[in-house]
C-alpha cells in the first residue's frame, strides 16, 4: 500500500531523478515507515524505555538494584532528547548522503544500493530496543549478518535489489560501522570470515565516511552545531577524508514567529544561493550549507537590505490588490501605518487606484448623493447645480472623490496648492473654486465628491475601466507634479530599523562577528521605561523587547481587548498593541490565509506548528511544502470513520496494523495532486513555487457559534496523524504565537495546548505528561480518539450533521465506565431500527477492549461481563436474531432477584432465592434453548442436575463477583449500572456465539 511521505516525495523529485532513488522511496519507504515509525531513534517515553530495558535485562539482574537504576537513569537520559522517529531518521540520513555523494563524485549502481540499504539498517539496535530484545555486540559478525538477513526481508529489499544478499557483508558493515564513535567494528578481515565484500574496501570506507555525515546531521538540533559543537567538526573532518575541497556553513534565525521568519529563511537561502552556497539540511532555525572553502561570506547590510525588499515586495502586491494594509469606513478609506512605512509615497499613489476599486464597492447606496445633499442643505450648492450633476452622483463619483480624500488627507494636508491644481488637471477653473472644494464636515472633504461629480457630468461615457485608467494617469500626474516642486513627504520607515534591529539580534551567519547589540540603546530604552511618561505596554504577542504601538483593526487577527476597570480612569489603554514585527507577521497571516481581520476570531482558529524532527533533508522539506497547502481543505472525517469502520479489526489488518491502514488509505490530497508526478502536470507551476516550510502553520477554523469541541475535533486527529505519517512535530494551540521559539525546547512528537477538557480525559492514562506526546505514544493515543470519533458518530450524530459538540459527553461516559461503549452501541443501533451485525459485534467489543487497556477496572470489567455471559451459556442459549430480552434473560432474573430481594438476607439466601426464579424462568423456556438439557446421551435426570448447577454456579457468581465485589453490595449502585451491565453482556453474547461459530467452521475444515 502506498503511503502519504511515499506519494509526496514521488511526486516532487524532479523527472531527472535516478531510478535508484526512485525505487528506492516507492519499494522501501512503506515498509520503513510500518516496522519504524512507532519507534523512536531520538526522544521517546521514558516510561516505555524503562519497560523495554527491563524486558531485556536476565532473570539474575530483574532484582539487582543497581541494575534497575541503572536503567531508569538511561531511560530518563533517553527521554530528554526531543522525538524523532526511526523511519525519517534513516531516510533523511540517506538523502542527505545521497546529495552529498553526486555533489562530490559519481556512484556506480550497486555502491548506490549498498549505501542505501546501509544507511537503512544502520540503527538496527534501535529496532532492537524497541521490541525488548539486545542487539548483538560489535564483534558478533554471525547475529549481526542474521539481524540484517531478518530486516531485510521485512523491509523487502528483495523488491530494492533482488541480489542484495550477495552484498549482505557490505550491508551489515556499513550497517554496523557508520559511526565512527562507538560500537564499531572495522576490521575488514573479521568480515570477510563470513562472506566476500561485494565492494572494493577503498570505496566502502567512503560509503562509511558520507553514511557517517548523514547520520551526524540528523543528530544535529541547531545549523549552528556545525561550527560550534564536536558533531559539526566531525562532519568537516569527514568531508575532508572524502578529498572535497568543499566545506559547511550555516545560517541561523534565533527565533520561530510564524510566516515571517520563514520568508526570512527562505530570502536568506535564496541570497546565499547567489554566493555559490548549496543547501545540505534544512532545521526549524535555519540551513547547514554547502560551500568552497573560499566562498564570500554575504554581507551584513546587503543581506539586510535584500531582507527587507523582499518582505515589502510581498505586502505590497498584496496590499494593492486590497487585500491588507487598508480598511474604509464612514470618512473613507484608511491605510494602516505599516503601508505608509512599506511602501514610498509614489509607489503608493500609483498603487491607490486598484486599492479604491477593491474598497469602493458601495454601488445600491453610494455616499456622493447623501453628502451633495447635505451641501445643498447647507446652501454651499444650489439647486440648479444640484439637478445638472444628481445624475453622475455613482459609485464612480465615490471612488474618485475618495481617491482625493486619500491622497490630500495622507501626502498634501499642508500643500495648499494642491486643491488649485487638481481643479486645473479637469479643466474645472471656470466651474468650482479652491474655496467651494474645500468644504470638511466631520473630518470629510465633501468639496471632492462635488468636484467627482463634476468630472462624470463632462465625461459621461466612461464606464469602470475607462475610470480606472483615468485615475492611473491622474496618479501619475500627481506624483510628477509632487516630485517637481518637492511636494511629497519624504519617505521614512521606522518598521524597517526595527526589522533591521531583529535580523541584528537575531540572525547568524557563518563568518559574521557575533552581534553583541547596542548598550547605549538598551540603557536608554531602560531608562525610558521606568518613567511614568514613557512607560509603554509591551507587545500583546511577544515580550517588550520592541515597543508597542496600536494598530488599526484591520492589521491584527485577533479581538479588542475587553474594557477592564483594572486600567486608571483616563489612563492609556492599548486595545491593539503590538510591536512592528508582529504587525509584519500578522499582515502576512491574512494576505496568505486570505483572512478576515474582524470576523477571524470567530471562527475558533486552532494553528498547527510543524517542526522538524531535527532535520529535513532538501527532498522531504519539498515534500512537506505540497501536503501544507491542502490537507485541511481535504479532510473529510467521516470518510475517516468509513476508513477506520473497514479497517480497524485486527483480523482485517494483514500485515499491517488497523490504524497504519486508515491513514495510509485516507485520500490525503487534492484529486489533482493525485493524478500522477507534480512535475507533469498542469499545477507544476503551483507546486515547483513558495516558500519552503521551516516551520510550517496550518490553521483549522469552524464557522461562528460553534463550540471549542467542535474547534478541536480536526486539529486533534491531525496533530496525532501527521507525526506518524510524516515523521514531523506537531505543537497544536488556539495561539497566535507558536508555543515554542526553538525546537530545541520541543520535545514531544506533538503537543497540545488549550484543547477542550475531553482532551484531558482522553489522554491521561496514556501519556506521560500533560499536553506532551512522545512517539511511542502516537498510535495508541490516535486509536483511542478515532474510536471515540467512530463511536460519537454512530450513535449521537444525525447526518450530515455530526453533533461534534456532544463529543465531550461521549468522552466522558466511555472514559468512566467502558461498559458504556454498548450503551452507545446500543444507542445508535436502536436509532437504525435492527440489532448488531457480527462485524459490528467485533468492533465495538474490540473497541471496549482498547479503551480499557491499562486500566486494571476496565479491564476486569470486560472480563467479569464475557464471564458472567460464558456461565449462562453453558445452560441457556438462544439464536442471534432473538430479541434482547430472550438473549439476556438469566441475568435480567439474576439482576432483578438481587435488586428485590430484602438487604438484610444473608448471602447464600440470596443466591439460593434468585437461582430458584432463574431456574423457574428456565423451566419455562422452549427446549432448545437448553443445551444441556438436549445431551440425549446422558440420563434426563443427570442432565436436569447438571442444569441445575450451571444455574447455582451462575447465580453464585452474579452474587460474589459481581454484586459483592465489583458493586460492593450496594444495591443503588448496582440499580445505576444495570443497564449498563446488560448491554456490555449482550455485545458479550454474541462475541462467544461468534467465536464457536469459527471454531466449528475450523473443525469441520480440519475433518473434511
Same mark, same amino acid.
Given at each position: 500500500?502506498?503511503?502519504?511521505?511515499?506519494?509526496?516525495?514521488?511526486?516532487?523529485?524532479?523527472?531527472?531523478?535516478?531510478?535508484?532513488?526512485?525505487?528506492?522511496?516507492?519499494?522501501?519507504?512503506?515498509?520503513?515507515?510500518?516496522?519504524?515509525?512507532?519507534?523512536?531513534?531520538?526522544?521517546?517515553?521514558?516510561?516505555?524505555?524503562?519497560?523495554?530495558?527491563?524486558?531485556?535485562?536476565?532473570?539474575?539482574?530483574?532484582?539487582?538494584?543497581?541494575?534497575?537504576?541503572?536503567?531508569?537513569?538511561?531511560?530518563?537520559?533517553?527521554?530528554?532528547?526531543?522525538?524523532?522517529?526511526?523511519?525519517?531518521?534513516?531516510?533523511?540520513?540517506?538523502?542527505?548522503?545521497?546529495?552529498?555523494?553526486?555533489?562530490?563524485?559519481?556512484?556506480?549502481?550497486?555502491?548506490?544500493?549498498?549505501?542505501?540499504?546501509?544507511?537503512?539498517?544502520?540503527?538496527?539496535?534501535?529496532?532492537?530496543?524497541?521490541?525488548?530484545?539486545?542487539?548483538?555486540?560489535?564483534?558478533?559478525?554471525?547475529?549481526?549478518?542474521?539481524?540484517?538477513?531478518?530486516?531485510?526481508?521485512?523491509?523487502?529489499?528483495?523488491?530494492?535489489?533482488?541480489?542484495?544478499?550477495?552484498?549482505?557483508?557490505?550491508?551489515?558493515?556499513?550497517?554496523?560501522?557508520?559511526?565512527?564513535?562507538?560500537?564499531?567494528?572495522?576490521?575488514?578481515?573479521?568480515?570477510?570470515?563470513?562472506?566476500?565484500?561485494?565492494?572494493?574496501?577503498?570505496?566502502?570506507?567512503?560509503?562509511?565516511?558520507?553514511?557517517?555525515?548523514?547520520?551526524?546531521?540528523?543528530?544535529?538540533?541547531?545549523?549552528?552545531?556545525?561550527?560550534?559543537?564536536?558533531?559539526?567538526?566531525?562532519?568537516?573532518?569527514?568531508?575532508?577524508?572524502?578529498?572535497?575541497?568543499?566545506?559547511?556553513?550555516?545560517?541561523?534565525?534565533?527565533?520561530?514567529?510564524?510566516?515571517?521568519?520563514?520568508?526570512?529563511?527562505?530570502?536568506?537561502?535564496?541570497?546565499?544561493?547567489?554566493?555559490?552556497?548549496?543547501?545540505?539540511?534544512?532545521?526549524?532555525?535555519?540551513?547547514?550549507?554547502?560551500?568552497?572553502?573560499?566562498?564570500?561570506?554575504?554581507?551584513?547590510?546587503?543581506?539586510?537590505?535584500?531582507?527587507?525588499?523582499?518582505?515589502?515586495?510581498?505586502?505590497?502586491?498584496?496590499?494593492?490588490?486590497?487585500?491588507?494594509?487598508?480598511?474604509?469606513?464612514?470618512?473613507?478609506?484608511?491605510?494602516?501605518?505599516?503601508?505608509?512605512?512599506?511602501?514610498?509615497?509614489?509607489?503608493?499613489?500609483?498603487?491607490?487606484?486598484?486599492?479604491?476599486?477593491?474598497?469602493?464597492?458601495?454601488?445600491?447606496?453610494?455616499? !456622493?448623493?447623501?453628502?451633495?445633499?447635505?451641501?445643498?442643505?447647507?446652501?454651499?450648492?444650489?439647486?440648479?447645480?444640484?439637478?445638472?450633476?444628481?445624475?453622475?452622483?455613482?459609485?464612480?463619483?465615490?471612488?474618485?472623490?475618495?481617491?482625493?480624500?486619500?491622497?490630500?488627507?495622507?501626502?498634501?494636508?499642508?500643500?495648499?496648492?494642491?486643491?488649485?491644481?487638481?481643479?486645473?488637471?479637469?479643466?474645472?477653473?471656470?466651474?468650482?473654486?479652491?474655496?467651494?472644494?474645500?468644504?470638511?464636515?466631520?473630518?470629510?472633504?465633501?468639496?471632492?465628491?462635488?468636484?467627482?461629480?463634476?468630472?462624470?457630468?463632462?465625461?459621461?461615457?466612461?464606464?469602470?475601466?475607462?475610470?480606472?485608467?483615468?485615475?492611473?494617469?491622474?496618479?501619475?500626474?500627481?506624483?510628477?507634479?509632487?516630485?517637481?516642486?518637492?511636494?511629497?513627504?519624504?519617505?521614512?520607515?521606522?518598521?524597517?530599523?526595527?526589522?533591521?534591529?531583529?535580523?541584528?539580534?537575531?540572525?547568524?551567519?557563518?563568518?559574521?562577528?557575533?552581534?553583541?547589540?547596542?548598550?547605549?540603546?538598551?540603557?536608554?530604552?531602560?531608562?525610558?521605561?521606568?518613567?511614568?511618561?514613557?512607560?509603554?505596554?509591551?507587545?500583546?504577542?511577544?515580550?517588550?523587547?520592541?515597543?508597542?504601538?496600536?494598530?488599526?483593526?484591520?492589521?491584527?487577527?485577533?479581538?479588542?481587548?475587553?474594557?477592564?476597570?483594572?486600567?486608571?480612569?483616563?489612563?492609556?489603554?492599548?486595545?491593539?498593541?503590538?510591536?512592528?514585527?508582529?504587525?509584519?507577521?500578522?499582515?502576512?497571516?491574512?494576505?496568505?490565509?486570505?483572512?478576515?481581520?474582524?470576523?477571524?476570531?470567530?471562527?475558533?482558529?486552532?494553528?498547527?506548528?510543524?517542526?522538524?524532527?531535527?532535520?529535513?533533508?532538501?527532498?522531504?522539506?519539498?515534500?512537506?511544502?505540497?501536503?501544507?497547502?491542502?490537507?485541511?481543505?481535504?479532510?473529510?472525517?467521516?470518510?475517516?470513520?468509513?476508513?477506520?469502520?473497514?479497517?480497524?479489526?485486527?483480523?482485517?489488518?494483514?500485515?499491517?496494523?488497523?490504524?497504519?491502514?486508515?491513514?495510509?488509505?485516507?485520500?490525503?490530497?487534492?484529486?489533482?495532486?493525485?493524478?500522477?508526478?507534480?512535475?507533469?502536470?498542469?499545477?507544476?507551476?503551483?507546486?515547483?513555487?513558495?516558500?519552503?516550510?521551516?516551520?510550517?502553520?496550518?490553521?483549522?477554523?469552524?464557522?461562528?457559534?460553534?463550540?471549542? !469541541?467542535?474547534?478541536?475535533?480536526?486539529?486533534?486527529?491531525?496533530?496525532?496523524?501527521?507525526?506518524?505519517?510524516?515523521?514531523?512535530?506537531?505543537?497544536?494551540?488556539?495561539?497566535?504565537?507558536?508555543?515554542?521559539?526553538?525546537?530545541?525546547?520541543?520535545?514531544?512528537?506533538?503537543?497540545?495546548?488549550?484543547?477542550?477538557?475531553?482532551?484531558?480525559?482522553?489522554?491521561?492514562?496514556?501519556?506521560?505528561?500533560?499536553?506532551?506526546?512522545?512517539?511511542?505514544?502516537?498510535?495508541?493515543?490516535?486509536?483511542?480518539?478515532?474510536?471515540?470519533?467512530?463511536?460519537?458518530?454512530?450513535?449521537?450524530?444525525?447526518?450530515?450533521?455530526?453533533?461534534?459538540?456532544?463529543?465531550?459527553?461521549?468522552?466522558?461516559?466511555?472514559?468512566?465506565?467502558?461498559?458504556?461503549?454498548?450503551?452507545?452501541?446500543?444507542?445508535?443501533?436502536?436509532?437504525?431500527?435492527?440489532?448488531?451485525?457480527?462485524?459490528?459485534?467485533?468492533?465495538?467489543?474490540?473497541?471496549?477492549?482498547?479503551?480499557?487497556?491499562?486500566?486494571?477496572?476496565?479491564?476486569?470489567?470486560?472480563?467479569?461481563?464475557?464471564?458472567?455471559?460464558?456461565?449462562?451459556?453453558?445452560?441457556?442459549?438462544?439464536?442471534?436474531?432473538?430479541?434482547?430480552?430472550?438473549?439476556?434473560?438469566?441475568?435480567?432474573?439474576?439482576?432483578?432477584?438481587?435488586?428485590?430481594?430484602?438487604?438484610?438476607?444473608?448471602?447464600?439466601?440470596?443466591?439460593?432465592?434468585?437461582?430458584?426464579?432463574?431456574?423457574?424462568?428456565?423451566?419455562?423456556?422452549?427446549?432448545?434453548?437448553?443445551?444441556?438439557?438436549?445431551?440425549?446421551?446422558?440420563?434426563?435426570?443427570?442432565?436436569?442436575?447438571?442444569?441445575?448447577?450451571?444455574?447455582?454456579?451462575?447465580?453464585?457468581?452474579?452474587?460474589?463477583?459481581?454484586?459483592?465485589?465489583?458493586?460492593?453490595?450496594?444495591?443503588?449502585?448496582?440499580?445505576?449500572?444495570?443497564?449498563?451491565?446488560?448491554?456490555?453482556?449482550?455485545?458479550?453474547?454474541?462475541?462467544? !456465539?461468534?467465536?464457536?461459530?469459527?471454531?466449528?467452521?475450523?473443525?469441520?475444515?480440519?475433518?473434511?
Amino acid at each position: 500500500m502506498t503511503t502519504l511521505l511515499q506519494t509526496l516525495l514521488t511526486a516532487t523529485l524532479p523527472a531527472e531523478t535516478d531510478s535508484i532513488l526512485q525505487a528506492y522511496i516507492a519499494q522501501l519507504v512503506p515498509a520503513m515507515e510500518r516496522e519504524f515509525g512507532g519507534i523512536s531513534a531520538q526522544g521517546g517515553s521514558r516510561r516505555l524505555h524503562e519497560h523495554q530495558l527491563r524486558q531485556q535485562l536476565n532473570a539474575s539482574e530483574a532484582g539487582n538494584s543497581e541494575a534497575i537504576a541503572r536503567i531508569q537513569e538511561q531511560a530518563q537520559r533517553y527521554s530528554r532528547r526531543p522525538d524523532q522517529n526511526l523511519c525519517v531518521h534513516c531516510l533523511n540520513g540517506l538523502l542527505i548522503a545521497w546529495n552529498l555523494a553526486e555533489t562530490l563524485f559519481p556512484l556506480n549502481e550497486s555502491e548506490k544500493r549498498v549505501l542505501c540499504l546501509g544507511q537503512t539498517l544502520h540503527d538496527y539496535n534501535k529496532y532492537c530496543h524497541a521490541n525488548g530484545e539486545g542487539a548483538p555486540k560489535a564483534h558478533e559478525i554471525a547475529d549481526i549478518l542474521n539481524l540484517c538477513s531478518d530486516l531485510g526481508a521485512k523491509l523487502q529489499f528483495q523488491e530494492f535489489w533482488p541480489d542484495w544478499q550477495s552484498a549482505l557483508v557490505d550491508v551489515a558493515f556499513l550497517a554496523q560501522n557508520t559511526q565512527f564513535k562507538c560500537a564499531t567494528n572495522p576490521y575488514l578481515q573479521e568480515w570477510q570470515d563470513y562472506g566476500d565484500f561485494y565492494l572494493d574496501s577503498r570505496r566502502l570506507s567512503q560509503l562509511r565516511d558520507l553514511s557517517a555525515i548523514g547520520d551526524i546531521t540528523v543528530h544535529m538540533k541547531d545549523p549552528a552545531d556545525v561550527e560550534t559543537e564536536s558533531s559539526g567538526k566531525r562532519l568537516q573532518d569527514h568531508l575532508r577524508g572524502l578529498g572535497s575541497p568543499l566545506r559547511f556553513r550555516y545560517h541561523r534565525l534565533r527565533d520561530t514567529i510564524g510566516i515571517l521568519t520563514n520568508a526570512i529563511h527562505n530570502t536568506v537561502m535564496t541570497f546565499a544561493r547567489e554566493q555559490d552556497w548549496q543547501p545540505v539540511a534544512f532545521f526549524a532555525q535555519g540551513v547547514i550549507y554547502l560551500c568552497p572553502k573560499q566562498a564570500e561570506v554575504p554581507d551584513r547590510d546587503s543581506l539586510k537590505t535584500y531582507l527587507w525588499d523582499r518582505i515589502r515586495e510581498l505586502l505590497a502586491d498584496n496590499m494593492f490588490q486590497g487585500d491588507i494594509g487598508f480598511k474604509r469606513d464612514g470618512k473613507g478609506v484608511k491605510v494602516a501605518p505599516q503601508a505608509l512605512e512599506l511602501i514610498p509615497p509614489a509607489d503608493l499613489i500609483r498603487g491607490l487606484p486598484q486599492v479604491m476599486f477593491v474598497k469602493v464597492q458601495n454601488a445600491k447606496v453610494p455616499a !456622493t448623493p447623501k453628502r451633495l445633499t447635505k451641501l445643498q442643505q447647507r446652501g454651499d450648492l444650489s439647486e440648479a447645480e444640484w439637478s445638472e450633476i444628481k445624475a453622475y452622483s455613482d459609485l464612480r463619483a465615490d471612488r474618485l472623490a475618495e481617491f482625493l480624500l486619500f491622497v490630500q488627507r495622507q501626502f498634501f494636508a499642508a500643500i495648499p496648492e494642491f486643491v488649485p491644481w487638481v481643479i486645473d488637471y479637469w479643466g474645472l477653473a471656470g466651474v468650482l473654486t479652491p474655496d467651494q472644494v474645500e468644504i470638511v464636515l466631520g473630518g470629510v472633504n465633501y468639496g471632492w465628491y462635488r468636484l467627482a461629480a463634476h468630472v462624470l457630468a463632462c465625461h459621461s461615457g466612461w464606464d469602470d475601466e475607462d475610470l480606472k485608467a483615468q485615475l492611473q494617469d491622474l496618479a501619475e500626474a500627481i506624483v510628477d507634479w509632487g516630485q517637481r516642486g518637492d511636494r511629497l513627504p519624504p519617505y521614512e520607515s521606522p518598521t524597517q530599523q526595527v526589522f533591521d534591529s531583529y535580523l541584528d539580534s537575531y540572525l547568524d551567519l557563518s563568518g559574521w562577528d557575533s552581534y553583541l547589540g547596542n548598550f547605549a540603546q538598551e540603557l536608554d530604552r531602560y531608562s525610558q521605561a521606568k518613567t511614568r511618561q514613557g512607560k509603554q505596554p509591551i507587545c500583546t504577542l511577544s515580550s517588550g523587547e520592541f515597543p508597542s504601538e496600536d494598530q488599526l483593526d484591520s492589521v491584527v487577527l485577533f479581538k479588542p481587548q475587553q474594557y477592564s476597570n483594572k486600567n486608571a480612569l483616563g489612563g492609556r489603554q492599548i486595545k491593539r498593541g503590538i510591536s512592528k514585527i508582529w504587525a509584519l507577521e500578522m499582515l502576512i497571516r491574512q494576505s496568505r490565509w486570505s483572512a478576515s481581520a474582524g470576523s477571524f476570531e470567530d471562527e475558533k482558529p486552532v494553528f498547527l506548528y510543524l517542526f522538524p524532527a531535527y532535520v529535513y533533508a532538501p527532498q522531504t522539506i519539498k515534500a512537506l511544502r505540497v501536503f501544507c497547502q491542502d490537507v485541511v481543505q481535504t479532510l473529510n472525517l467521516w470518510k475517516v470513520n468509513d476508513a477506520w469502520i473497514k479497517n480497524c479489526s485486527p483480523e482485517k489488518s494483514g500485515g499491517e496494523s488497523g490504524l497504519l491502514r486508515v491513514l495510509y488509505g485516507l485520500n490525503w490530497l487534492p484529486e489533482a495532486s493525485e493524478a500522477g508526478r507534480f512535475a507533469r502536470s498542469p499545477e507544476c507551476r503551483r507546486y515547483d513555487s513558495g516558500d519552503l516550510p521551516f516551520v510550517a502553520t496550518l490553521i483549522t477554523k469552524v464557522g461562528k457559534k460553534k463550540t471549542l !469541541t467542535e474547534a478541536w475535533v480536526v486539529p486533534l486527529f491531525l496533530s496525532l496523524a501527521l507525526p506518524r505519517l510524516l515523521g514531523i512535530r506537531v505543537s497544536a494551540s488556539s495561539s497566535h504565537v507558536p508555543l515554542y521559539g526553538s525546537d530545541r525546547d520541543f520535545l514531544g512528537a506533538a503537543q497540545i495546548d488549550g484543547a477542550g477538557g475531553f482532551w484531558d480525559l482522553l489522554s491521561a492514562s496514556v501519556t506521560e505528561s500533560h499536553g506532551c506526546i512522545r512517539i511511542q505514544e502516537i498510535d495508541p493515543l490516535l486509536t483511542r480518539l478515532l474510536i471515540v470519533y467512530s463511536l460519537h458518530l454512530d450513535s449521537r450524530s444525525s447526518p450530515p450533521d455530526p453533533r461534534w459538540q456532544d463529543l465531550k459527553n461521549t468522552v466522558r461516559e466511555v472514559i468512566s465506565d467502558v461498559l458504556n461503549v454498548f450503551v452507545l452501541a446500543d444507542s445508535g443501533l436502536r436509532a437504525k431500527g435492527r440489532d448488531a451485525n457480527p462485524a459490528e459485534a467485533r468492533r465495538y467489543w474490540f473497541f471496549a477492549q482498547q479503551l480499557a487497556q491499562d486500566n486494571v477496572l476496565m479491564t476486569e470489567k470486560l472480563s467479569v461481563t464475557k464471564e458472567l455471559v460464558t456461565r449462562y451459556r453453558r445452560f441457556y442459549r438462544v439464536r442471534l436474531t432473538d430479541s434482547s430480552h430472550a438473549i439476556l434473560l438469566p441475568l435480567t432474573k439474576v439482576l432483578g432477584a438481587i435488586l428485590a430481594i430484602p438487604p438484610h438476607l444473608e448471602r447464600d439466601d440470596i443466591i439460593q432465592q434468585a437461582a430458584g426464579q432463574l431456574k423457574d424462568a428456565i423451566d419455562r423456556q422452549p427446549a432448545y434453548t437448553r443445551p444441556l438439557l438436549l445431551d440425549k446421551s446422558l440420563d434426563y435426570q443427570i442432565r436436569f442436575q447438571q442444569e441445575l448447577e450451571a444455574v447455582l454456579e451462575f447465580t453464585t457468581f452474579c452474587v460474589e463477583e459481581l454484586f459483592e465485589r465489583q458493586y460492593k453490595g450496594d444495591r443503588a449502585l448496582l440499580q445505576e449500572n444495570r443497564n449498563r451491565i446488560k448491554s456490555g453482556a449482550e455485545f458479550a453474547y454474541r462475541i462467544l !456465539t461468534l467465536e464457536e461459530q469459527e471454531e466449528e467452521q475450523d473443525m469441520d475444515k480440519e475433518t473434511s
